[in-house]
């Protein structure tokens, strides 16, 4: 395996740089090489021409999570599926409870974040026929704009 260094990229003479300057090129040196040294070999191969550990970063972000359209794309993906979720009546709670979050958490993780109240509401609708009785208990004992969604899973997990 090839070792991983970063090397100092001097353009002029040290005596030239200012104090300042060398700080910088030193962070930037340290900094790509804590990115290199978590780096596999085909990651590192990807980055290694790279100059500056901003230049890594964006070039392993580009190739991990897509450029921005790609992330707009996505982001309107997932939230259609947001909008259009629903509870399959053959669905165990847990595991639509499990499903919406990890929609959420995507959702969440491209920049867009829904409130709890949104989701609770949202999680409410989505539940079938089956669950008309426990949701209308819920929705007329609780205050909903107070209510967590980690809280409408506690009252639709335990009986």
């Known amino acids: 395996m090839q070792l991983k260094v970063a090397t100092l990229h001097l353009d002029k003479p040290l005596k030239e740089y200012t104090a300042e300057e060398i700080k910088i090129e030193l962070s930037n040196d340290q900094a790509m090489n804590h990115l290199f040294c978590a780096l596999s070999e085909n990651e590192f191969n990807r980055v290694s021409a790279c100059q500056t550990a901003k230049e890594v970063w964006e070039k392993l972000g580009v190739h991990y999570e897509g450029t921005m359209q790609v992330k707009k794309t996505k982001l309107r993906i997932l939230e259609e599926h947001y909008e259009t979720f629903r509870v399959g009546s053959d669905e165990d709670i847990a595991t639509a409870i499990t499903r919406f979050?990890?929609?959420?958490?995507?959702?969440?993780?491209?920049?867009?974040?829904?409130?709890?109240?949104?989701?609770?509401?949202?999680?409410?609708?989505?539940?079938?026929k089956e669950w008309d009785a426990k949701k209308y208990a819920i929705q007329s004992a609780q205050n909903l704009g107070d209510y967590t969604f980690d809280a409408l899973c506690g009252e639709l997990t335990n009986p």
């Open 101 to 128: 979050t990890k929609l959420l958490n995507e959702i969440k993780n491209l920049g867009k974040n829904y409130d709890q109240e949104t989701s609770v509401y949202k999680f409410l609708r989505g539940l079938p």
